[in-house]
Structure formats: structure tokens, C-alpha cells
């Protein structure tokens, strides 16, 4: 695949779930074990990037600058800082750790 | 209440609008500057943004292609629809808001996600949940894609975005997106489980798969209702972007 057949097919899947959103009957979908899978996939999900974003080098794992960047980022999230201010803490940080270690 | 000229709840509606639609835009500027670094073209990144429009969705491809290459485009496809699948839950949410004819109903589609769903069910009325749910979606909608243009013109100037930290933003973001989820010992549970799943396959299965693995976790946990309680429902899915009173009315 090239990229731009990954880009294309990838923002019609998300697109499509969208919509699927306003099409499906209401009835249909208000059982409680389709919506805790989906609820529970997000958060199952985003912690894995999470995981491969701090700690992936390659095929490999690496514990280096991103770590103390992302305890800042709880840090900040944990004092209710907004969104924003969390990312910059944490690119600021692992910044100064590789400009200065 | 009785004053209909001023409408004080449409009001706090567009102020909460302005303050999370500001917040979530600006940070398209570590997506744009990350796309790039990841083997995007600048017109490839832009797509991402007008089309998928969808953050997570966004930042795991560009994620999985910066560690795999086109060889984990299946994984990116897959992790962005399954990132994807929240927005539905979503969609059927809003849409009994969204009143009108069909093209209005595809536009509120393409703006469903977690920041409109968020600021708008917060809203008291029928008429500031609308009101919230359109500036909320035209907000994010032109902020985003600029501040998407803008990051990826930078990091076409900066070369190696690491250096400044961005590899790290992008974990931020993913943990920004995570962190209003926790409130639960079953999400807890799934998210802890999911991590040790991810960090123990990443040395020995081709990039993508850890992420597509740790789904599993999901799947498992919510079929069988494993540290469930009885009250998590759909209305306790509502994301929050600003981790606290999304009506803005702030200090």
C-alpha cells in the first residue's frame, strides 16, 4: 500500500463510523455490552499508544527522554492544567532533557 | 430563564465553545509537525485533517506509519477505525439534536466527535446543545486544519521534530485523550492490561499489531463485565477535553 491508499481508506473507515452513528436505529444499539466494548476499546486503544509512543524505538523499547515527559504530562493532567499546557509540558521537557543530558 | 432577548444559556454555550475549540486547535500544530516527520507530504497531512477529522484516529496513523512504515498500513487502517468506532456511540447521542434535512445531518456527522459530544450534552436546553454542538464542530472544524497546515509547514522547516519534544507531545495527547476516562476501575483495568499487552509484544511483532493486540483487552473485559459496575452507561462514556467543567464559565 502506498500512503496515500492508507490515508484515503483509513479516513473513509472513520468517516463512515461517523455517519453509521446518525443511520443505525437508536433501538438497536442502546444494549449496555456494545457500548462498554466500544467505551473500553478507546481506553484499551490509547493506552497502547501510549505504550509504543513513550517506549518504542523501532522493534525494540527504549526508556529515554519521553518517559519523564509523559510523568510530567500526568503531572499536569492530575493538577487539571488544560490540554494544551500538557502538551507543551511535556515537549518542553523531554527538550530540555536531550538539550541538556 | 424569562429573558429571551439575551438567552444567557446560548451564551455560555458559544463561551464554552470558544474555550475548548481554542485548546484542542492549538494542538494541531504537534499533529501537522509530527505528520510530517512521519513520511507525510504536507497535502497527505492536510487530508488526515479535513477528512478523518477525528484526533486520535489521526495521531495512531501517524503513529503506527513513523514506526512501520506503509508495511503497517493494515494496522493504521484498523487502529483509526477501531479509534473510530467511539464516534458513532457519539453520533447516536447527538443526532436526536441535530433536527433538518440530510446534508445537515452528513455535516454534523463529520464534526461528531469527542469535543462537540462533550460541550454539547453539557449544555442545560435543547437550543445551547445545538448552539453548543455547531460552534464547538465550526470551531475545532477551521482551527484544526489551519494549525494542521501550520504544524506541517513547520516541521518541514525543522527537519528532526524529537529534538524539541514533539515525539513526546504525541504521547501527551494520547494520555490527554485517556485521562477523563479513568474514572472507573473497569476502564482502569482495561487500560493497565492493555499497556502491559502493548509494551511486551513491541520487541517481537511487526509495528501496529502491539496497539491491535491490546484491543483484545477490550473486548475481553466488556463482554464479560469484568470489574464492572452497574451504573457505567452511556452517558458516563461522555469524553471531557478540558478534564473539568467543560461550560467554560471558568474563574
Known sequence: MTIWQIIIVASIAVLGLK?????????????????????????????????????????????????PALLVAAGLLALRAPFIVVIAGAAVTAALIRAFV | MSSAARDPERAAAIRASWAVGIAV????????????TAGLTIWQTCVLSL????????????????????????????????????NSLYGLRVAPLIGGPWPRKALAAHWTIDETTAVSTAQPTLKSQRTGFWFTGAIIYIGWNLTTLAGAL??????????????????????????????????????????????????????????LAAALVAVVVGVTNWFGSPAADLAESAPDPMGSDSRGSGE
Open chain 2, 154 to 211: 513547520i516541521g518541514n522547516l525543522l527537519g528532526d521534530v524529537s529534538r524539541y519534544g514533539l515525539d513526546a507531545a504525541a504521547a501527551a495527547a494520547f494520555l490527554g485523550l485517556l485521562w477523563p476516562r479513568l474514572k472507573q476501575l473497569q476502564p482502569v483495568v482495561v487500560a493497565v492490561g492493555a499497556a502491559v499487552v502493548a509494551a511486551v509484544l513491541v520487541p517481537f511483532v511487526p509495528a501496529g499489531i502491539p496497539v
Open chain 2, 51 to 86: 477528512v478523518m477529522f477525528s484526533g486520535g484516529s489521526q495521531f495512531a496513523v501517524i503513529g503506527i506509519l513513523a514506526s512501520g512504515g506503509t508495511a503497517a498500513g493494515g494496522a493504521a487502517i484498523v487502529s483509526a477505525a477501531l479509534l473510530g468506532t467511539r
Open chain 1, 19 to 67: 455517519l453509521l452513528g446518525y443511520l443505525v436505529p437508536q433501538s438497536l444499539v442502546s444494549k449496555p455490552t456494545p457500548t462498554r466494548v466500544t467505551s473500553l476499546l478507546t481506553v484499551a486503544l490509547l493506552s497502547a499508544l501510549i505504550i509504543v509512543q513513550t517506549l518504542g524505538a523501532g522493534r525494540g523499547i527504549a526508556v529515554d527522554a519521553r518517559v
Open chain 2, 25 to 36: 486547535s492549538a494542538y494541531g500544530i504537534s499533529f501537522g509537525a509530527l505528520a510530517v
